[in-house]
């Protein structure tokens, strides 16, 4: 049984990790970092302030690095959020661990202090509070929270014994011990952030944790088994989004009441398109008649035209796709344009501003 920790008395403190490339979801992160993505209608970390400060964080350091100024833009001083937020910037990138050390900077709380640290690209529905109370009550140098995937393969794997504590962070193995894997959300003593080298490119994964497990300091898995969603991949943004709309994970942030789709101010969907899934239609977005549209995530001022079919895919800001095109499980740079009859199938991606010209139909010479 964990006891729960009163974050809201304890102003909470959060250091976001937000510097990476996001280079798995190219295109779409070559113009906004993948932390900034439009999903379900709002800025991906829209999501995560809103559940943190549920939680009763107060206080959030960004720690930056590609195209940092946009998270400024983009949030400003935190106060629609009733946060208080700060901006690091990494000169260049110093890997998780670096980042958490030189966002420390920036950071009020002593010591002795729980610090809660996120990786910007975690969809997760597990209870902070709980994660911080098992933290302070069993006084721990850092507690991880953990996630059973069914496919354990695809990660690094993290054993616990039976008190709790993390056992070993082991690579990546066709046959991994345990399906608890790192959920990218972390309680870390502020003493033990001052202690990671400053200034150095240093990941957490493979030095900082190995080494407190190896120095004998207590490393605790927190593991629940809630949502969770890595959103690294194309196929895992759409299902991030397509999930929030569908209600399967609950966010304060959602812009409306949702059902099987979400359509933006601005947007026109004819009466005739099929449109569902989780689907959200951006701003300005068009779906034309009879198109069908479903688990997919429209940009703004896309054209959808009729006839078309857009499944399990990402159409960017601006673009077109032609009547009678079809897409399934793609991603469509901004202000790109694919023409009649073209199918594109299997992780295919269109770099933004290209230009698929029309495919002849062709009829079968039989008869
Ligand atoms: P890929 O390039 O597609 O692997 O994505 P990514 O760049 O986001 O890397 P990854 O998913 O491994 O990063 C996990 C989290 O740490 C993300 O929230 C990143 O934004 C963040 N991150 C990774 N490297 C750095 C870094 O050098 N500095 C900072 N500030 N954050 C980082």
Not at 285 to 305: F, K, N, P
Request: proline share 7%; aromatic share 6%; net charge negative.
């Amino acid at each position: 049984m964990t006891e729960s920790y009163s974050t809201e008395a304890a102003h909470l403190e959060a250091i976001l990790l937000v510097g990476g490339q996001g280079t798995r979801l190219r295109p779409l992160t070559l113009s906004t970092p993948k932390p900034l993505l439009p999903t379900a209608g709002v800025p991906f970390l829209a999501h995560q302030l809103a559940r943190a400060h549920s939680f009763g964080v107060r206080r959030v350091v960004f720690a930056t690095s590609y195209r940092a100024s946009m998270f400024a833009e983009a949030f400003g001083d935190g106060s629609a959020f009733g946060l208080s937020l700060v901006y690091i910037t990494e000169e260049s990138p110093l890997g998780t661990g670096g980042a958490i050390r030189n966002a420390a900077r920036a950071l009020t709380s002593g010591p002795d202090a729980p610090i809660l640290v996120l990786n910007g690209d975690i969809l997760s529905g597990h209870d902070i509070s709980e994660q911080v109370g098992l933290h302070v009550a069993r006084r721990a140098a850092v507690t991880l929270h953990l996630t059973e995937v069914d496919d354990p393969s695809r990660f690094g794997c993290v054993p616990t014994g039976e008190d709790g504590r993390v056992t070993a962070f082991l690579e990546k193995t066709p046959n991994p011990v345990t399906n608890r894997i790192n959920a990218g959300c972390y309680v870390f003593q502020r003493s033990v952030i001052d202690q990671i080298p400053e200034g150095q490119v240093v990941s957490v994964e493979r030095e900082t944790f190995p080494g407190l497990i190896e120095s004998g300091e207590l490393v605790l898995g927190y593991a629940d088994r809630s949502y969770w969603l890595d959103v690294g991949t194309p196929a895992a943004f759409v299902q991030g989004s397509c999930d929030l709309v569908l209600g399967r994970l609950a966010s304060p942030a959602l812009p409306g009441p949702c059902g099987e789709s979400l359509a933006l101010p601005g947007s026109r969907v004819s009466p005739s398109a099929k449109i569902a899934g989780g689907t959200v239609i951006g701003p300005g977005a068009v779906v034309e008649s009879d198109a069908s549209v479903r688990g997919s995530v429209l940009y703004a001022d896309c054209v959808v035209e009729s006839g078309a079919t857009v499944a399990d895919s990402v159409v960017g800001v601006g673009a077109h796709i032609a009547s009678g095109a079809v897409l399934r499980d793609v991603v469509i740079g901004d202000g790109a344009y694919v023409g009649p009859g073209n199918e594109l199938l299997a992780g295919a991606r269109v770099w933004p501003g290209v230009r698929l010209p029309p495919r002849a139909v062709r009829f079968s010479s039989d008869g």
